[in-house]
């Protein structure tokens, strides 16, 4: 009897710190999410749509992304947007505008400015890496949702990190599917929310259909990203993350 009770305190005790390191890996659950977001590569055709209280208007965009690092966004309608493009290779960042035939590289503090009028920044269209660099990151609770366990995490930014958040926080589910991230300023004032919807089978795995990016202090402005196609994980040239590929995308 004494030799099970010995048994039963060291099981406690030992799990107990396993559990703990768990709760505090919150890295490891951004980085598999992260991963599970952009796979080895994708490519994904996506209707924009930006919303605003007097007008609303619908782009429709194709991305490929690679690694952690690279992508390129294209807008491929309608006529008067086509061909504007945004290339992300590294830590730097490409636009190019058909109109004037023109590229401009972004600096730093471009990065995090609005894409094409919309509530998305140039780093969130990219899926950036920044996020997991730059950003120290804390399980801080746990929830169920449709019978799954739901990771509730705060990231913080490094110090000197070169961020304009304050801080994110995001709801992860057990299986890595993103299901909210909130942007917030140096004040730890709410800015803008992303959700996601409709968790579908895509590509032979489950991923949201729909983005929904809301400014937290203006309900009736928000963009919305719904995808048309999406697979993941086939071969994309290097050739594809280039200046060159930028003016003249792939088809």
């Known amino acids: 009897m004494r030799y099970k009770i010995v048994l039963v305190f060291l099981s406690v005790l030992f799990c ?9 890996n919150g890295q490891a659950v951004v980085q598999a999410a992260f991963d599970y977001w952009r796979g080895k590569t994708s490519t994904a ?12 208007r619908t782009m429709t965009i194709k991305a490929w ?3 952690e690092k690279d992508s390129l966004v294209v807008i491929i309608s309608p006529a008067k947007d086509s061909g504007n493009s945004t290339l992300k290779k590294g830590p730097e960042m490409w636009v190019y505008n058909p109109k004037v035939n023109r590229v401009i590289k972004l600096p730093p503090s471009m990065m995090a400015q609005s894409w094409m009028g919309s509530d998305f920044s140039n780093n969130d269209l990219a899926k950036s890496d920044s996020l997991l ?3 120290t990151h804390k399980i801080v609770g746990m929830e169920t949702q449709e019978g799954k366990k ?7 930014p490094k110090p000197a990190a070169p961020v304009i958040w304050g801080k994110q926080r995001f709801k992860i589910r057990e299986d890595y599917i993103m299901l909210t991230q909130e942007f917030y300023d140096e004040d730890g004032k ?17 991923f949201p259909q729909v983005w929904v990016m809301r400014k937290a202090d203006a309900r009736d402005e928000f ?5 048309r196609e999406l697979t993941f994980d086939r071969d994309i040239p290097d ?4 200046l060159t590929s930028l003016k003249n995308p792939p088809r």
């Open 45 to 56: 055709v996506v209707n924009m749509t930006i919303h605003r209280p007097e007008w609303e």
């Open 65 to 67: 992304t690679k690694g």
């Open 133 to 135: 660099h730059d950003y």
């Open 223 to 227: 963009t919305k990203l719904v995808y």
């Open 190 to 206: 709410l800015v803008k929310s992303m959700v996601a919807q409709r968790i579908e089978m895509q590509d032979g795995k489950l």
């Open 150 to 156: 739901v990771y509730l995490i705060e990231s913080t």
């Open 16 to 24: 107990i710190p396993a559990a703990h390191a768990q709760m505090k």
């Open 239 to 242: 050739g594809t993350f280039s």
